[in-house]
């Protein structure tokens, strides 16, 4: 499953929908601070909650096999618990699909 231009555009334009959506709505029917605190925190996540809805299965198929997607994504969500920032969860995680991969295939 190889994500074309127009998939990631039409992607990007959904989660611009979505942010806008959660931003705008909020400032146009808001008309005093909104003190629920459950309210104000699904209004901050659900922006990041669909952007993971819409990579992580991308993240998983984009690979060659499916188990160098699962070996990248621990590698990047321990590394994220871990608080790195996102060039080296990136990197490593490219690193361990890469090995993974010449483990899999070459040897």
Partial sequence: MNATLSDMLIGCLVMFAVTYATKGITLLFA????????IRSFLYYLPYSVLAVMVFPTILFSTAS?????????????????KRGLLPVSLASIAAVFLTEFLIYVL
Wanted: overall charge positive; cysteine-free; aromatic content about 12%.
């Fill in 66 to 82: 499916l188990l160098s997607g699962i070996v990248g994504t621990a590698v990047a969500l321990l590394l994220s618990f871990f």
């Fill in 31 to 38: 008309k005093r601070e909104i003190k629920s605190a459950y």
